[in-house]
């Protein structure tokens, strides 16, 4: 039996990088695997490789800077499957600017719905339904690029915090903040893969006790 067999499982920013391969590895673990971003073509197209290797998957799009559409995605999520057993809160924005001084409203705003509102509201989704049923992971996915990033660094600096004050532990709900090493990705601003020319890390196994993907 493959190791997560008949887990459901929800990913964000699943349609490029870190999140298809990670979508890839756990539906090959067996997963049902929920595949969540803006662009419905390219969630759909990683949907597609997976039923093609016998796995299961759907693809719903939904704008995580719109806190109605995650709200209401939630609620349909649990309608149809009762809870999840892992959220992997994947999806991230950066801002184009390293220098606070530059930094435009819109645009911090625009991080903050994405790295961090959208997080929060997912998370508050599904993290009840994993208390009544007495299982669940959270895994809030950091990049150590952030810290270098103006908006981005706020959102990874907030995450982090986020994880350390969960009170969900007691109820066999776990929230982990997954530490990743630098990361090229077809979702990154091209600029990025000039300024820090770094290696595709990806992701090669999964953790034996948490179930989450590890480089």
């Not at 559409?69 to 809160?89: M, P, Q, R």
Request: glycine content about 12%.
């Amino acid at each position: 039996m493959k190791i997560l067999e008949g887990k459901i499982v929800v990913i964000t920013g699943a349609g490029t990088g870190i999140g298809k391969e990670t979508a890839l590895l756990f539906a090959d673990e067996g997963a049902r695997t929920i595949l969540v971003g803006r662009r419905l073509s390219l969630i759909e197209s990683v949907a597609d490789e997976i039923k093609l290797n016998d796995g299961i998957a759907e693809a719903i799009s939904v704008d995580l800077e719109d806190g109605d559409a995650i709200d209401e995605f939630g609620k349909n999520v649990l309608e149809k499957y009762g809870s999840i057993d892992i959220l992997v809160n994947n999806a991230g924005h950066s801002s184009k600017v390293r220098s606070l001084r530059y930094v435009d409203q819109k645009e911090w705003d625009s991080v903050f719905k994405v790295n961090i509102e959208a997080v929060y509201r997912l998370t508050q989704s599904f993290i009840h339904s994993m208390i009544e049923h007495g299982k669940g992971t959270v895994d809030e996915s950091v990049g150590k690029l952030g810290y270098g990033l103006m908006g981005l660094a706020g959102g990874v600096g907030a995450i982090v915090g986020l994880t350390k004050v969960n009170d969900c532990r007691a109820f066999n709900a776990r929230v982990l903040e997954l530490r990743r090493g630098g990361a090229s990705s077809v979702a990154s601003y091209e600029w990025l893969d000039e300024l820090f020319p770094l290696p595709d890390l990806g992701v090669t196994g999964l953790d034996p006790v948490f179930g989450v993907p590890i480089n």
